[in-house]
């Protein structure tokens, strides 16, 4: 079971994403990603809403799998930027590869 | 699929080392210009970001990750780093295609002879012409992106460059973006067709061209905004630009930025791709190295558009 | 008029036989694909009575009419008969044509071939049995006699019971349109349940300046008397003549705030706005006292009051942690206002981080999840006002306290009007965090486990998270609860007011007639008939009073003449009539004189007589019968149903 945590959205902006919340799960996006791969992005991007670290430390290797192709972005009817959101993520899951290379 | 965290670890180290990611030394990369006689001029530089020259290294690296892609071999991927004459370097170098290279070198110089024949002044200077660091910031590595950003911008600016000509998407995108998202780099970025200018056709001209199928890159259909660019040159040159199901903002991706990290899947959605444009019967247009090694692993026809350009040049 | 009466009357002399048109409608095929049309008007033609038969693809359609129209207005025909879709439908429709060919409506017969005979039989059947609806319809015809409709004067008064918004709406139209308008409210206070709230979604207006403005509108017209703490106790008469009892008691301690304003309020005056209850117009009754009050019209603006959650319903009365909608909105204004950076939300003593706001609490209940009431009724409906209600919530304390974080389980968000789908594109802004459930999987409300820095958490199948169960530490559940209707049992039974399945009171038809009750003269106006916001019991209750204005406007009210009308020549006075009576009033007893000497008649009050017939079939002298509808008529259309078929 996933716990929430309210602080996870606040931890993202770090990495240089501030729409997360902006999502509102339609999964636009999810439908138009070229990689047809269980309801990527918008997975990740609900997990990194209700802060779900875990679970997308569990499976942070699928966000290696987008094209950056940016078509998610042009689609997302709530101008959430889901393309930017994963690439943030990305960002937060080396910082944290690379804070436990560093231990 | 490889482990991210093995191929952005070795990328990040090459960028470190030789400031390109495949660990190949620019001096053994980058040998185009040699013999154009290119002058010097410091304010307006055309800019390759190396990208084009490094389509044959793509190309050799991918080829080999496909065949080893969910191998018992695959998490060795993470010792490349301890074994640059594998993976990297002068080893890489040696087992690239030399036809690949020679046919890089042709497009680079193809799209020095169209800008020559619109009349634009500008020089080269390949000591200052770096790679821009794109797939680092693509990978997620933000610092190693930002690191050698940082160098480049500070080489640039100590030149006193205030005017780059690109010739790939992926370099614009990021010079034009973000060097200054990131560094508020200020430098006046333009793709070489956007400066590319012909005297109206004349006559009919349709022996000679016909009808071509455009493949718009993502950054340039989506993030960049300028697929009308290339297809007005190539109709006012008499080419037909056959439409394709997805393009412009809406265009398909050709896969090639999951080359390095899922090698399969890249195909795949290549094979997508490639099944739209073909479906037009005509040949198809790429204007991004990574756009063409990728569509054409397919066996289908593909030129880049300065192939088309400089015939009218 | 007297002309065409005449005219009339000269029609339907006794010895010039009546001249009977039927007109029979295809309804584009819906009739005219399963009843041979024209088989219909030549079987007609050939009735003894009948003048002219035409049949049209849509009568109802203006050349349709035309049709009758003509007829009636060149002598052609002095009755008619149409046959189409059901009465309800369009009868009026055709009486208002007889009417602008300058005839009496009421030489109109009606037959249903759609409904009754096309919809449900097919081939030679359907056209037999159509021959035989129109033939009996055309016999009945033939006896018809013109009618005036009844006139009953209406009192230029309305009656509003509830001193909501709807009802304050409602007295300052009716007054501005120069009517008498006495207000009863059961509560000392006018303003209802808007009083209570702080600030309306989804505009953000202050609620008390809205009852404030509503209140002064109806209190500063001389033509509104405001009688509160009291209730109606009993309603006599009809339509334009009706007489309400209402009762006033001096209110219980227990419904009053503990320090109620004790300034005198000048009558008329708009009264002073006690925060929580709403205004006070007038000094509190010491004593009870009845009076009777007559009026044309009655506006029933009773409202609603919000769902009260079970106990344990979403840990409901078992934590004090779990509040309403309501409770929190009080909360809320009751905060003290405090200075930034940090302003910290305070909940019964207790620093609040993290809420859960839960929707549909009491709305939306699904036979066979939700427990039903002991009367076996769920809540099935739709609150409306809830979703809208708490996203204004939720953005009000993510904006006044920044460090509250705010979770919303809803099952859809419904923000459907104006200006409140903004509210939820907001609340994504404001970064309230959304889960969503299916009703068979509510979230759970329970302890946090020891070591949680939060007294509670709320467990969810989130549909949002692929059904996945998420759970959350909370120090604060807000519970969305809905409108159920007020409690007005006693007006119910007193009134016989219909009620729908949800409890609501019920209106004629949504559409057609969406603020009228059956019994003429008793309107409708806000949440008493439905869950509505507070612009849409503003609305409701501007529809009931135009309605009214509009029965009252011509000073008489006409009421269709299908009553019992005595024969004064055949009555013997047994008052068996009376006896067989279902509506206490339509019939009396009164003195006559018979053959010189005194004795007693039966007489109708057309005003309050149903129309039943009860009478009739009681009466051993055949001396009552109802207009329209006379026994004379009924042989004829029995006899037409059961002759022999006419040879074609
Ligand atoms: S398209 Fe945008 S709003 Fe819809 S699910 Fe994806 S990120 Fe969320
Ligand atoms: S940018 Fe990534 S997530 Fe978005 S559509 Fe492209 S591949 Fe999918």
Known sequence: MATISTQFVEELEHYGVDTTMDCFNCGTCAAICPLIYEHFPRRMIRYAQLGARERILEQANDLWHCLHCGLCTLTCPRQADPGELILGLRRLVVAEWRRADHV | ?313 | MSDKNQREQDRSQPGAAPRVGVYICHCGGNISDHVDVEKVCSDLAQTPGVEITRHNMFMCSDPGQELIMEDVKSGKVDRVVVASCAPSLHETTFRNALIRAGANPYIYEHANIREQVSWVHHGAAATAKATRLVAAAAAKAARLQPLEPIRVPAEPHAVIIGGGVAGLKAAAELAGRGIAVTLVEKSPFLGGHTAQWDHLAPTGEAAREVVAELAAAALSNPLVSIITSAEVTALEGYVGQFTLTVTRRPPAASDLPEQLPTAAVGAGAPGTFVPGHGILPAPLPEESETRRIKTGVVILATGFRPYTPKRGEYGYGEWEQVVTLPELIRILAEQQQQPPPEPVLTVNGRAVRRIALIHCVGSRQIPGIHEERPDGTLNQYCSRTCCTALLHAANEIRQRFPAVHVIDCYRDIRTYGRGQEELYTQAGRNRVLFLRFEAEDAPVVETAPPGSESPLQVRVKDTLTFGEEVQAPVDLVVLGVGMEPGPIPELIEMMKLPIGEDRFLQEVHPKLRPVELAKAGLLLAGTCQSPMDVGEACSAAASAAVKAAAILGRGLVELDPFVAQVDPNRCRGTGLCLEACLNDGALELVSCERAGEAGRRAQVNPALCLGCGACVAVCPEGAIQVNGWTLDQFEAMVDAIVADQQAA
Not at chain 2, 129 to 134: E, K, L, M, T, V
């Open chain 2, 1 to 313: 699929m490889y482990s991210p965290k093995d191929i952005i670890d070795l990328l990040a180290a090459n960028v470190r080392r030789t400031r390109n990611p495949f660990g190949v030394p620019k001096r053994l990369m980058n040998r185009w210009w040699k013999g154009l006689e290119l002058p010097a001029r410091a304010d307006t530089l055309l800019y390759t970001g190396l990208m084009y020259q490094a389509a044959p290294y793509i190309e050799q690296t991918t080829s080999m990750l496909e065949r080893f892609e969910d191998s018992k071999w695959a998490p060795y991927i993470g010792y490349a780093r301890w074994m640059p004459n594998y993976l990297a370097g002068l080893g890489l170098y040696l087992m690239a295609d030399g036809k690949e290279k020679t046919r890089a070198a042709g497009t680079l110089k193809n799209i020095v002879r169209i800008l020559q024949s619109s009349g634009i002044r500008f020089g080269y200077r390949p000591e200052l012409d770096f790679y821009s660091g794109i797939l680092l910031y693509d990978l997620g590595d933000l610092d190693g992106f930002l690191e050698h950003a940082r160098f480049v911008a500070d080489r640039l600016q100590q030149a006193g460059v205030r005017r780059l000509i690109t010739v790939d998407p992926h370099t614009t995108y990021a010079l034009k973006v973000l060097y200054h998202k990131y560094l508020g780099t200020r430098l006046e970025v333009k793709t070489y067709f956007e400066l590319a200018q012909f005297p109206p056709a004349g006559g009919d001209r349709s022996d000679t061209t016909g009808p071509v199928v455009v493949h718009d890159p993502c950054f340039y259909g989506r993030y960049l905004e300028l697929s009308e660019v290339p297809n007005r040159l190539l109709t006012g040159l008499g080419y037909h630009c056959v439409p394709v199901r997805n393009s412009g903002p809406f265009t398909s991706c050709c896969g090639g930025p999951a080359e390095s990290i899922s090698p399969k899947q890249s195909r795949e959605i290549m094979q997508r791709r490639v099944e739209e444009l073909q479906a037009t019967g005509a040949p198809i247009v790429a204007m991004c190295p990574i756009c063409m090694g990728n569509l054409r692993k397919s066996g289908a026809q593909v030129e880049d558009l300065s192939t088309f350009l400089a015939r009218a040049a």
